[in-house]
């Protein structure tokens, strides 16, 4: 007897679900890392900068969790232990550390939003949200931290 048997009535939302999924925690992990780079950035003229990626990333994971719904996925599934992108950006100390860390968690993301396109089941719909809006996003995010570059000037 199989004890892993769904429910009647009950349709397994795919894999498309479970790979939305992945890029949530990741948009999350995400989130958590830029709030601690906000607040160990405190005074320094990138504040700004780092404080709108955070918000970018926080909309990413709004855009997700509504195709994940749409799909008949449970984007609840997605809350869980820390990601390694937070616990990198926890771990730096000094502050070219900490911009490194959040572009390699950048790149990482990237990388994913990237393999997300490239597989067959993903719907048309989500395809165009990661196009058009979550990768150009990631981009963009590289992009501002390659001009951070080496350690922050305070403001002033």
Known sequence: MNLFLSPPGYDDPGPEVDSLIALLRSELAAAEAYSQAVGRFAGHSCQDRLRRIWREHETAAAVLRNHICNLGGDPDEA??????????????ASPAGLLAALRQGEERGLADYEAVLRAEEMPAECRFAVRGEL??????????????????????
């Open 79 to 92: 809350s869980g232990p820390p990601d390694t992108f937070a616990a990198s950006v926890a771990g730096a």
């Open 135 to 156: 990768l150009p996003r990631r981009h963009e995010h590289i992009d501002v931290l390659a001009d951070l570059g080496g350690s922050p000037r305070p403001k002033g």
